[in-house]
């Protein structure tokens, strides 16, 4: 590789529209702020053969609605995790960015950059207008397939909300 190329994050190409339940999750390697502070790389294969997982795809770190969306899983963390699903949100801000938004915030689970958006793209759910992600969800089942999608997560819907529950079997 010369100076100035990166590894993608993903072999997976990109998507035109969000994957959809039954897929094969795209696999991928990122780093990410765990909730003390610290940066980890987040190998998904790895993570999966732990058990289920629940993707929180977010816009930006701080803005009022993102941290809204991940505050309701935050709440929600201990019964996911008693329930085997791991949560990870993941957005495209730096390091640096989640870095202070968990300092400020504290949220059990890491926060994963996918910096280039090469994961973001490979699901399917990169907004070009916004030139980010979307606020999604996504679970993927510890077998690496899609088992649940909401391409454009409302915080304030309850009744997406309950749905992930329901995809997890946890509603």
Same mark, same amino acid.
């Given at each position: 590789m010369s100076t100035g190329e990166r590894e993608p994050a993903t072999a997976s190409p990109p998507r035109e529209a969000p994957i959809e339940v039954g897929a094969r999750a795209p696999d991928f390697r990122l780093p990410a702020i765990t909730t003390e502070g610290g940066q980890v790389e987040v190998a998904f !294969?790895?993570? =999966? !053969?732990?058990? %289920? #997982? &629940? =993707? #929180?795809l977010y816009q930006d770190d701080g803005m009022p609605i993102c941290t809204s969306e991940l505050k309701a899983f935050a709440q929600e963390h201990e019964t996911l995790r008693r329930a085997g699903v791991q949560v990870f949100g993941m957005n495209t801000n730096g390091l640096g960015s989640h870095a202070r938004f968990q300092e400020r915030d504290r949220? @059990?689970? @890491? =926060?994963?950059?996918d910096f280039y958006g090469d994961v973001v793209r490979a699901y399917g759910l990169w907004d070009e %207008? !916004?030139?980010k992600s979307r606020r999604a969800l996504v679970v993927v089942g510890s077998d690496g397939t899609i088992r649940y999608v909401e391409p454009h997560f409302n915080p304030g819907n &309850? /009744? /997406?909300f309950e749905a992930v529950f329901a995809a997890l079997g946890l509603a």
């Open positions: !294969a790895e993570v =999966l !053969a732990e058990g %289920d #997982v &629940l =993707l #929180v949220f @059990p689970f @890491p =926060l994963i950059s %207008d !916004a030139r &309850l /009744a /997406a």
